[in-house]
């Protein structure tokens, strides 16, 4: 058994996921400050950039996320919490126990 827990238990995280206008200043230096945030990761895009955030054990960082983008006036294509699906959750697992998935 790698994992005993309630299905919404294994799903839930405390990361997010934000689409910010390319061309944006300063994106991880601004996130770096929120409070919670433990890692941050940049994804490309076409016109827009995805950075994906982790924050502590359950973080609701969206409103924090949301309040830094206001104050560095950014356009905003996407502002959501990140959910996992079993499949991820499964993944995750596997790698951890040395389990190719």
Do not use: H, M
């Amino acid at each position: 058994i790698k994992a005993d827990a309630k299905l919404d238990e294994l799903t839930s995280t405390s990361a997010a996921v934000v689409s910010i206008e390319k061309g944006a200043s300063n994106v991880e230096g601004a996130l770096a400050t929120i409070g919670g945030i433990r890692g941050i990761k940049q994804e490309g895009g076409n016109g827009f950039v995805r950075w994906r955030t982790t924050g502590e054990k359950d973080a609701d960082l969206c409103p924090a996320i949301y309040d830094v983008a206001r104050q560095q006036n950014w356009r905003l294509s996407e502002l959501r919490p990140e959910t996992r699906t079993l499949e991820s959750v499964f993944r995750e697992l596997a790698e951890r126990g040395g389990i190719s998935a």
